[in-house]
C-alpha cells in the first residue's frame, strides 16, 4: 500500500512502496496523481531503474515529450529522455551541465509548456547540487487581493535566451534552439487543469509583461519571484542515486544548485510529460 510522508511546510511528499521496474496499476496511478495534485512535487527513494523503467513509470501520467524544443540534450537511441549531466556525451562536451540553474518552470518558453517532468537521479554529486523547489500555488494564494487583480491581468514574455548559462553552450545550438523557441507570452497565472487551483506563472526567464515596457515590468518580475521562493515556500531535496523526483510543472518552479564541483559527475534522467497548448508568440 502506497504511503505519502510530507517533505516540507509548503510542498512535497515522500511515497513509499512503489518499485519502478514494475508497471502502475490504476489505483496506484490514481493515488500517485492525486497527491501529485495536493503536493506538487512527489519523491520515490531507492529506485533502481533503468531508461524503459522511467519512460514507462512516466507515460502513465501522460505523453511524453520528444524534446524538439532542445533537441541537442537528447538521451542516445531515447529521445523522451533528456541527459542532463556535467559529462560529455554522444562525444561531445554536455549541453546540459548546466541546466535548470534560475528559477523556472520546464518549457514555459514553448508553446507546449510541460505539465509535469520526471527526474531521475543516476549518479548524484559527491557534495551539493540539491535542487529548490517552490510552491506557485501558495506564492498566488499568499498575494493581497489587489495584486492578485493586478497579475490575474498579466501575460508574461518568456525568453529562453534568459535560461542562466545558455550562453556558454555551443554558439551554432544556441543560434538553433533560440530559433526554435521565439519568445513567447503565456498567461501570468494559469487555472491547473487537475485540481482547478489558480498558480503564479512567472519566472527568472520571464523578460517582460505583454504590453509593458521591461523598466515597468522588471520590479514587478523580481517582486513575484522572490515572494514565490522566500524559504516557507521551498523544498529543497538532497540527491541520492536511485531517486525519482516528479514535479508539476504548472504549480512549482524550481532550480538546480551549483554549490557542487563541476568537475564531477552529477548525472541525471528527465522525462517531460507534455502539457496543453497555451500562449502566443510576440513580436
Ligand atoms: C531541470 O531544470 O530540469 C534540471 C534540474 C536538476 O538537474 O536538478
Known amino acids: 500500500m502506497i504511503k505519502a510522508k510530507p517533505l516540507s511546510y509548503a510542498l512535497g511528499a515522500e511515497l513509499t512502496s512503489i518499485d519502478m521496474r514494475e508497471a502502475l496499476g490504476e489505483q ?8 501529485w495534485h495536493d503536493q506538487h512535487v ?8 533503468n531508461p524503459e ?49 534560475n528559477w523556472h518552470s520546464d518549457y514555459s518558453y514553448t508553446g507546449r509548456p510541460a505539465a509535469a517532468s520526471v527526474l531521475y537521479c543516476v549518479k548524484p554529486a559527491p557534495i551539493g547540487g540539491d535542487t529548490m523547489f517552490c510552491n506557485m500555488v501558495r506564492a498566488y494564494e499568499t498575494l493581497t487581493d489587489k495584486m492578485r487583480r493586478i497579475v490575474d491581468d498579466l501575460y508574461s514574455v518568456y525568453d529562453i535566451s534568459l535560461t ?5 553552450r555551443d554558439a551554432s545550438e544556441v543560434a ?41 515590468s522588471r520590479p514587478i518580475i523580481d517582486f513575484l519571484c522572490s515572494h514565490a521562493t522566500k524559504h516557507e515556500n521551498v523544498y529543497r531535496h ?9 514535479w508539476d510543472n504548472r504549480t512549482t518552479m524550481h532550480v538546480a544548485l551549483t554549490d557542487f564541483d563541476q568537475s564531477e559527475v552529477r548525472h541525471m534522467l528527465r522525462a517531460t510529460i507534455i502539457g496543453e497548448e497555451s500562449g502566443f508568440l510576440v513580436g
Not at 512527489?42 to 531503474?49: F, G, H, K
Not at 560529455?88 to 549541453?95: A, I, L, V, Y
Not at 538532497?238 to 516528479?246: E, I, P, S, T, Y
Open 176 to 216: 538553433e534552439t533560440k530559433r526554435l523557441n521565439p519568445p513567447i507570452a503565456h498567461p501570468s497565472v494559469r487555472v491547473h487543469p487537475g485540481s482547478g487551483k489558480k498558480a503564479l506563472y512567472v519566472s527568472e526567464r520571464v523578460s517582460h509583461f505583454h504590453g509593458m515596457t521591461s523598466e515597468e
Open 42 to 49: 512527489i519523491v520515490l527513494r531507492n529506485q533502481d531503474a
Open 28 to 35: 496506484d496511478i490514481q493515488l500517485i496523481q492525486e497527491t
Open 53 to 101: 523503467d522511467i519512460l514507462r513509470f512516466a507515460r502513465s501520467f501522460g505523453s511524453l515529450d520528444n524534446h524538439e524544443a532542445t533537441p541537442f540534450y537528447r538521451m542516445e537511441g531515447y529521445p523522451h529522455l533528456m541527459e542532463i549531466t556535467t559529462q560529455p556525451f554522444n562525444g561531445r562536451p554536455s549541453e546540459t551541465r548546466n541546466v535548470g540553474r
Open 238 to 246: 538532497q540527491w541520492r542515486a536511485g531517486d525519482l523526483v516528479c
Open 164 to 168: 542562466k548559462g545558455f550562453y556558454e
